[in-house]
């Protein structure tokens, strides 16, 4: 996604070139950008010189909406699953529970509040 970022508004970019820069199989890309693709975080563009775009500016973007597209939802423990479920018998009186929350909740405000215009910036 950062290299979508990197030469946004220069045309796609193509699975192998990405996959060359970031040293990972062909393949693997494909696995990645199709879950992202299904996201509606990147468009294909079919042709001899197709390959993907973000679907948005890269400012647009969140890394939270990265990370969850391609690992699903963040859950540092299981009593935490922001659906309000209590999975772990031992919830209600768990004194670790709070400070579980407490630190998702961190994390989720970092990643969500982190565009990958940001990610170019630093």
């Known amino acids: 996604m950062v290299e979508l970022a990197l030469q946004f508004g220069d045309g796609p970019v ?71 479920k209590l999975t772990c018998v031992k919830s209600p009186e768990c004194v670790t529970r709070g400070l579980w929350k407490d630190i998702s909740d961190s994390i989720s405000n970092v990643i969500d509040n982190r565009t990958l215009q940001d990610l170019l910036s630093k």
Not at 27 to 45: D, H, P, R
Not at 47 to 73: F, H, Q, S
């Open 14 to 84: 193509s699975i192998k070139e990405i996959a060359e820069k970031q040293n990972f199989s062909d393949s693997y890309m494909e696995q990645l950008f199709s879950t992202l693709k299904n996201a509606g975080l990147v468009k294909s563009i079919r042709g001899a010189r197709g390959g993907y775009v973000l679907a948005r500016e890269p400012g647009d973007i969140t890394v939270g909406e990265i990370i969850r597209a391609l690992e699903g939802p963040i859950e540092l423990a299981e009593c935490i699953d922001g659906g309000g």
